[in-house]
């Protein structure tokens, strides 16, 4: 029933192309925490888009995708948010679209963006699922990443406390509300420990949290294996052959753009580093390498030169 309605949401995803969040355009819903107010993607699917840039005091540190699904039977949070403060706001604008209650919270991995707001939500008794590495992860840096929030935002970052999940799960968490089957899944190493995808075949919508990105370059990190990254990727990512695709950073899309910005940057830089050291090069001319092809990308001058330093020390012992 929901292909039918591909033209529209193609049309929506097209027409909202010169307004991307991005780390050089201001709050985009001011009288809110939120960057910008959630939007129906699909019927009863909402999603809030974070700023394509990194956590700063203005933008709350919300700079990642909040959703939320209104199933008949009850609303479904993907990801818990950065703050006490995000998902009280989150929350809100739940309130203002129905009057169901949260029933449960999924958090994406263990990075503060996607648990430090379980402070709130676990107020409010909703249980929070997450796997169990990510659950692991939370609690061994838990510490480090709201000192980092603190830092970041400080009076906003009041009532946020550490709180992992309530529930963990190993492989998959499947749970059937209204029209909406719902599976939680672990799919294997992408961007960080303990990534989940939210997979909805009924509504061919893969919510890929930190799998997938769109319109910011993807930040690889020292734990990060772009080679199984890839592998998941062609394994458990694109046979979904998902219709709709929330990323977890960059506004709802389709599977031809989280590719492009996603596997085919993991492969571009694998290739130009590659090379490099078929040429006996170094890691100091590895961060040298062409992206040009990504330029365009948000947080390009953050993060490209660092991802090619990482690609380089990772393949240097492939």
Known sequence: MFLSQLKLTTALILAGTASFASEDIADQYPQSALYAKPVEFIPHVFSATGATAPPTYENSGHNNNLNFIVTGEGVVVINGGGAYILAKALHDEIKAVTDEP????????????????????????????????????????????????????????????????????????????GDFKIEARYVGPTHTVGDIIIWLPNQSLLIAGDAAFHERMLPLFPETSTLDWLETWDTAIEPLNATYVIPGHGHPTNMDQVRRYTKGYLEHLRGEIGTLLD?????????????????????????????????????EFE
């Open 102 to 177: 949260v029933v449960l919270v999924f958090n994406e991995n263990g990075q503060g963006h996607a648990m430090l707001g379980n402070s709130y939500w676990v107020e409010q008794g909703v249980p929070i699922v997450a796997h169990v590495d990510a659950a692991h992860e939370f609690e061994e840096r838990g510490y480090n990443i709201l000192d980092a929030m603190q830092r970041v935002n400080r009076e906003k970052a009041e009532g946020t406390f550490l709180q992992g999940p309530t529930e963990t799960f190993d492989e998959e968490y499947i749970v059937t509300l």
């Open 279 to 315: 040429d006996g090069g170094s890691l100091a001319e590895a961060y040298y390498v062409d992206q040009s092809p990504y330029l365009n990308l948000d947080t390009y001058d953050e993060l490209a030169t660092k991802n090619a330093g990482r690609v380089f020390e990772e393949m």
